[in-house]
């Protein structure tokens, strides 16, 4: 089997949480999303997507951003999504949200090894199912010097810790032109506005379909 993983953030890898978010803070949470899909299905988002374009008469020739969007048209992204999964069972939404006032400061220092533990906290496991994956991120998202690194990390993972053949390639995407990294930043929107703002509606709108992790809130 092979699949296709769009992923892509809500949040940022600062550290300043004592001023006011958007006023020289940081984001108090960073969640990572990702959409994960049959290849067979590749086109399945990009025509829900697609229907949120038609819908709300959004300009195709701008990508539509999650901070962007109203109350209503998330409240609808939420049901599209969850629509889209219930017709296409075999279509799995993720999500990991780190708190980031308890992470400690010798792991602040490397935000690189942060990213990247939290994808493999998030997908290892739905990676080795498969024979062949590919990752689809959006080279803009990844605010850190990462390189090869995320994609070398995985693989190391699923051969040498999970013990599975599994191929993995990484292939980033500008999300302008792919709309299964816009449906994966609309989700980690949706998650991230959760914790960061205290919305639940739209988390409970697709909460069937949607598996969430957390990480650093512990304490």
């Known amino acids: 089997m092979s699949s296709i993983i769009y992923i892509d953030e809500s949040g940022d890898l600062g550290w300043n949480l004592v001023a006011p978010v958007g006023n020289g ?71 990991i949200t780190v708190r980031k006032a308890n992470v400690e400061t010798h792991i602040r220092s490397d935000a690189n090894k942060l990213y990247n533990y939290m994808i493999r906290l998030l997908l290892l496991d739905v990676m ?54 816009q449906c994966a930043d609309m989700l980690a929107g949706l998650i991230q506005n959760r914790f960061e703002d205290g919305c639940f509606e739209n988390v409970r709108e697709c909460a069937r379909h949607l598996k969430l992790k957390s990480l650093f809130f512990g304490k």
Request: hydrophobic share 35%; proline share 7%; glycine share 4%.
């Open 128 to 181: 080795a199912a498969e024979n062949e994956v590919l990752l689809v991120p959006d080279p803009r998202s990844i605010k850190v010097k990462s390189g090869n690194s995320l994609h070398d990390y995985l693989q190391m993972e699923l051969w040498f810790g999970k013990k599975v053949k599994t191929i993995l390639t990484t292939h980033p995407q500008d999300s302008q032109y792919c709309m299964g990294i």
């Open 25 to 95: 803070g940081s984001s108090r949470h960073l969640t990572i999303s990702a959409v994960c899909i049959p290849s067979a299905k590749k086109h399945i988002p990009k025509r829900f997507i697609r229907d949120l374009y038609t819908t709300f008469r959004w300009p195709t020739k701008k990508e539509k951003k999650w901070n962007q969007m109203s109350p209503p048209e998330r409240t609808e992204f939420a049901k599209v999504a969850s629509k889209m999964c219930t017709a296409h069972p075999d279509i799995h939404l993720r999500g």
